[in-house]
């Protein structure tokens, strides 16, 4: 079987063009499968930030509420209610909002304000510079310090700005797991000088964050929070929830979703038109083979290798050269997100043994047709 493995290699690769051919339209199909998928992947990390930065296990917030930016307030006697609930070991307020901040060069930037429970500043980042308790420093702020740091024209501590006409002082820099998805930088204060700083409705608490005293206790503490009214979602919950927004509701996922199957026909039809060409071209070959002996299935087996090899082979680079590409896009846009993820590796590598396996059913009905008197007949 080995020698007739070799043959075929030597058939595929000695037809260059064909050859060449098989690749570059299998290589462009899982490159363009591999980036869009990537790309809404880290999308959809990124539109789930905030839950990943602060951390908490269980987040309580209105029903109507679908991504993580759009918080509707409530009242604070949930707040209350929360924290009498039996497995609470601890709950505490959170805000998140918009501001606009005026920098020392007269220029304004939006930023995304996340202001931290008093007490506890729970939630908080992790500093590079500063300590935590300057926070309650007089208009103090923490600046996150990622791809968006650049747009507050790289702050240091001691830093001041103006934010919704109120003084703004930068007593430390933080890092956070992952950055936003809207591109605008992120500060930290305290709840209560972000309710104050920032325009609000009536009410003022974006989310209550609530530690259980146990992962038992989740169960009961979601039940009994809905009969306040409200929602209480685990952060894999949330995260999953803010996911399904942007996959269906926003037109985002069918957009990579048809990018996707035009990517894999793409791709089938290039494979699938070469390869059959490739076989109509070696059919005298195929028909001598058959002559001298060759079996039906050792020469099923020649076409299933050269298929799969050209798949696999396209397949890797294609991988590659998406991987190069996102490499190469994030030390130039820090904020590109794209994540490779094994979803998608997975995904991809099912597409490409479609196109091989159609391949090589399109070849081998075609070989096993042949009669090799047709072959010295001509």
Known sequence: MSGILKIALKLLVNDRSKFIALLVGITFAVFLMIMMMSMFSGILSRSSASVYNIGAKIWVMDPAVNNATSSIPMPDYVLSKTRSIDGVKYAV????????????????????????????????????????????????????????????????????????????????????????????????????????????????TSYVLIEPKSEADIPFIQQQVKKLGYQALTRDQFVGKISDFYTYQTGMGMNVLMMTAISFIVGLSISGQTFYTFILENMERFGALKAIGAKGHELIAMILFQASFTALLGYGI?????????????????SYAAQVTYFNLTFAFVMVLIMAGVSSYIGIRKVLQIQPFDIFRG
């Open 93 to 204: 307020p959170i805000y998140f909002g918009n501001a606009l901040v005026k920098l020392k060069s007269g220029a304004y930037q939006a930023v995304s304000v996340v202001g931290l429970d008093d007490a506890t500043l729970y939630g908080r980042p992790e500093l590079i510079e500063g300590k935590i308790e300057d926070i309650y420093a007089e208009s103090a702020f923490f600046v996150v310090k990622d791809a968006e740091f650049k747009k507050l024209e790289n702050p240091v501590i001691g830093t001041e700005f103006e934010i919704n006409d109120h003084r703004g002082l930068v007593v430390g820099l933080a890092k956070v797991a992952s950055g936003g998805l809207f591109g605008i930088p992120t500060v930290y204060t305290t709840y209560n000088r972000a309710i104050t700083y920032i325009p609000s409705m009536r009410f003022t």
């Open 318 to 334: 294609g991988v590659g050269l998406a991987s190069g590409l996102m490499i190469l896009a994030k030390l130039r846009l820090p």
